[in-house]
């Protein structure tokens, strides 16, 4: 099975969901030129189906092999990793002082998410070393910078993120790894870490481990944990006192270890902290916001591999007649389009407004774009992760009986799909994150107003007509769940609480509903142009509007259960769930 | 992970949903008493408990293996196996006449959903000898019943159906294998036939195989198919001319041999007529029809094993307070346990329903049973295995990132549920015979009023006053949605197939409300009356609020998508599916 990168896709919603002209007039992108970032998409496209693609169903079936503290990825995943470096694709978002090419996040998440189509369990080793870059780039020193930012970003060496351990998950507070100081300003490091994603491997040279531990009297909880840079290989070419313990066997993403990581077994394992003593959980954030709306775009990138899969089988497969002939799969197929290309568009918003963020010269601008990023990724993050899990259940249907069979593949985007939910974050924290941080800063308002605006300007009749109503219904529902979860958050967090997940899903539908229409409405003023491929833009009017009447009204339906409170929830005592 | 059947909740909903107490009324059940249908249900679930269960995550792990044609199962299934044949507990619902107990199919599925919860991919060998038994009961000569049934009810011999072949899927008339009369007055079977479930195994002696087969000259489609037994060991004990080439490498249920069987490579294989020439797809309807409900019913037992499974681990799990204290945890479990609940109760009464039309002396009544147990098949199938997939999911979700890692089992539940909506007609196929097939019977109208008697039967506050309105905008939406289908059905088949499976859902989620409720109204009467455990009784009164809050809703919301017509789903030409 075969990936094509949906490259006129991409840019159409790089120019106009996420104002890619725009950020190219701001000094930090001049060089992001339209030609350039069509030339980027379609040479990373021949990155990803060339080379990642057909990897992946053999990572899939002989996965990640652990043996004595060394890991083994399957023949052929070295080679491509060696092509990724050396086309230079991982210093693509990175600063240009430390041999990054300074192009814009959101071109960096259109290349992640080919990358990610093509092969999700390889992916990940390059995105965890994009937030090992964030991480040292925001809180490192100097002299650590030139020693290892340089090397994370040519690709030559990758990262990884320690942040669980066996008795700390999502409460990262609990962490018990320890941090002793030594005469030579460096720190010995002891602890072990779970669920460590590329932690050990034969693809590159060193391996870059960044760990969450504590100092000595550190105070306890969050507030006590410090971050450390923890090289497989130090800067004399030794190897550090550290060793992959053991790998997971896990229900998809076979070729990505996740490794047990054990630090300071002989009691010499060498770290150097970064940023002041206790401030990790800072340069932790740092690290995991990107992270997080990364993660949001696997969502897209397996949603696109399993639509795409699905569909050649259904122009394939002849059940009376082909399968694409029948409403039924019809339906399917269109579902499958009209959400992935919602996320799709809800990702690039949110990364283009952190480069908007990082590119605007005014303060307030800033503030503003940072804000939207911000209120964004907990719904980028948690809608798209759940909508790659359906829509690739939903291949699986489109291929009946054999979706049920390994050797299709189809049902390996199910599997690898299942964990981006959890990661980064489960998406029951995102929604909380959300409604008990996000909101209260307000950027709902203004965002609110924009939706507004798109659908005012839908004319009243017609495929963009039709749009109209249901978007409608959905703005007035979002906002009055808005205004009652930021009402209640004050006098009763279980009550916001209860109601955050359903919010948040309602939350990713109208925004989703809302840049569909956008596009609707630009594919409609190009063909009245005449610019473009009218058959591109005639199915871009078709799709927002199946969304909008098909889509959109299960999302406004959530008000009810948004708003009834906490109470029912804890309404049983333990023993009577069960029966 | 252990299983515990919920004897409790079953024979709450044996009583209050199935009217078991009017089954026991009927001629043909009056065997079964209160105290034998309580020492059945504990019974067996000791069996599913102490023997089925403890098999699961190694049949998962080892799978069935094959071999040279022979497929072996793991150690412990064949002594499994013996239990459940001395136990007779696949002789539950069968014809006394033959050796069966003569127990009401509605208890036979209760006992099923235990096995299942326990053991899927096991399970399915029972499942489908009991087909076996359904249609030889049906359309076999009185020789071949005393011949073959009998071992099929004792359980000393275990059955297939054999109906997929490659180029044949859910397009049946599509079928090759052949059949060539013999002097004798035996046939001479020739094809190849895939995915047949329990093919070939070590657990029984013989395996009766049931092969649908053309006859010389035979019409074309449907109506040239013939039925045949077709034993793996003939009477007079020698094999016969059939093989198992190949098992399949599925996403789950891997202690269920898939096989692709070959019939004939010799120009041997001795096959006997069931029935009349070319009348086989009748028998065949009659072996999938109690099918349908059966893998219905699958969807109830891993729902309840994944939610048992996942309330075990959120009592112990702790991230800063234990899991089950946050409320978005709470939420899932109550969403779990409350859907188990809508389908169990829903797989029930439709299993009654055909005991019903059974035993019912009265013609008009057994034509009404009759009808309730048809227009409900393709609900049950559809709605239930639907929901087993997302409840196993919601069930990974709660476990967290140990939910993806195998060792657990949650994922297991994930894999093996995953079948249940393709196998034994798509759940597309599903909602096609709903609209298509069953609405135009009409039996809808009756039991939408019931649902109404029900909603006027509740009180106007209080936890069940709370249900009233969901459920009142629920079967108000379901009643449009099937008017506006059967009248379009006859101008439109596009449209109403458009809509068809957001309708399947919608019955599904109102029918399942209505029968919380109903609990929810016995639950009150009985509490009120001080019978029966007041935890137990209170805790379905707070359920049946919760779904008619939480989901209830979400089927309402589809009466659009449900009446928009089947003009957008062919608005792209299939160039423009892709980007």
Known sequence: MTYTAP?????????????????????????????????ILVEAGKLASGVFAPLNRKGDTEGAKWNDGAVTLPAGFADAYRQYVEGGWGSLGADPVYGGQGMPFVLASAVQEQLTSANMAFSLCMMLTQGAIEALGAHASEDQKQEYLTKLISGEWTGTMNLTEPQAGSDVGALRSRAEPHADGSYRITGQKIFITWGEHDVADNIIHLVLARLPDAPGGTKGISLFIVPKILPDGSRNDLRCVSIEHKLGIHASPTCTMSYGDEGNCIGYLVGAENAGMRAMFTMMNHARINVGMQGVSVAERAYQHALAFSK?????????????????LMTMKSTTEAIRALGYLNAAAVDRAHGESDTEAKREWQALADLLTPVTKGYATDMGVEMSSLAVQVFGGMGFIEETGAAQHLRDSRIAPIYEGTNGIQALDLVNRKLPQGRWKPLFADIRETIRAL???????????????????????????????????????????????????????????????????RLAAGEGDPAFLKAKIVTARFFAEQIVPQGTALLGPITRGGALL?????????A
């Open 459 to 525: 004319p009243g009749d017609g495929d963009l007509g039709a749009i109209k109503p249901y978007l409608d219904d959905g703005l007035a529902a979002l906002e009055n769940a808005t205004v009652w979860l930021v009402g209640n958050h004050g006098d009763g967090f279980d009550d916001a609480a209860a109601g955050a997940t359903p919010y948040l899903r309602m939350f990713g539908i109208v925004a989703g509903g809302w840049l569909l229409a956008k596009q609707a409405l630009a594919a409609s003023e």
């Open 570 to 578: 804890f309404a049983l005592d333990e023993a009577q769930f069960a």
């Open 7 to 39: 490259i006129t896709e991409q840019t159409f919603v790089l120019e106009t969901v996420a104002g890619i002209g725009e950020i190219q007039q701001l000094p930090a992108y001049e060089s992001a030129t339209p030609d350039l970032v069509q030339a």
């Open 316 to 332: 394939e497969r002849v059940q009376v007649k082909r399968i694409i002939e029948h409403p039924d799969v019809r339906r399917m």
